[in-house]
């Protein structure tokens, strides 16, 4: 059985900025106001459940606050390069050079920030830090760029 939440009908969105390195258009800094999709496929409990929506909700909003009107770096990239300097980021990116406020940015553990790998991070987020019970066979997170254009990340357990 599948049970999803759709972030659009329940308000698991953020916005952010991010730049997407050597990409012809997506190089250059840019935002988006996404939305997060989420599926849990397994078999119901005792109550007839997959899992409680309230739990998950919970956990999918916790992960986006961070997330909300951030400037998004992949602190994994061997592309771009990240020094922090008297409480700035300064990055460096394809001959570009930008200066940030460190409050205002977001380093993630991945080597882009593109929809498809901050999917497969908060897939793999959800199934580490949430006490999923041992029904469940897999967690799908989907990430909207825009209407219509959505990446999506299955986390397999």
Same mark, same amino acid.
């Given at each position: &059985? %599948?049970? @999803?939440? *759709?972030?659009?009908?329940?308000?698991?969105?953020? !916005?952010?900025?991010?730049? /997407?390195?050597?990409? #012809?258009?997506?190089?250059?800094?840019?935002?988006?106001?996404?939305?997060?999709?989420?599926?849990?496929?397994?078999?119901?409990?005792?109550?007839?459940?997959?899992?409680?929506?309230?739990?998950?909700?919970?956990?999918?909003?916790? &992960? %986006?606050? @961070?997330? *909300?009107?951030?400037?998004?770096?992949?602190?994994? !990239?061997?592309?771009?390069? /990240?020094?922090?300097? #008297?409480?700035?980021?300064?990055?460096?990116?394809?001959?570009?050079?930008?200066?940030?406020?460190?409050?205002?940015?977001?380093?993630?553990?991945?080597?882009?920030?593109?929809?498809?790998?901050?999917?497969?991070?908060?897939?793999?987020?959800?199934?580490?830090?949430?006490?999923?019970?041992?029904?469940?066979?897999?967690?799908?997170?989907?990430?909207?760029?825009?209407?219509?254009?959505?990446?999506?990340?299955?986390?397999?357990?």
């Amino acid at each position: &059985m %599948i049970i @999803e939440i *759709d972030g659009g009908h329940t308000g698991i969105r953020f !916005s952010s900025c991010h730049f /997407i390195p050597m990409h #012809e258009k997506c190089s250059r800094l840019h935002g988006h106001s996404y939305i997060v999709r989420m599926r849990l496929e397994g078999e119901p409990d005792e109550n007839g459940m997959v899992m409680d929506f309230v739990v998950l909700k919970r956990k999918l909003r916790s &992960m %986006i606050d @961070e997330m *909300d009107h951030k400037v998004l770096l992949p602190a994994g !990239s061997k592309i771009v390069k /990240i020094e922090e300097k #008297e409480g700035s980021l300064e990055v460096m990116s394809c001959g570009k050079r930008y200066v940030f406020p460190a409050e205002d940015v977001l380093l993630l553990d991945i080597p882009t920030t593109t929809a498809e790998e901050m999917a497969r991070m908060m897939a793999e987020k959800m199934a580490r830090e949430t006490d999923l019970p041992k029904t469940i066979k897999c967690v799908s997170i989907g990430l909207d760029e825009e209407r219509g254009q959505t990446a999506w990340y299955t986390k397999v357990l």
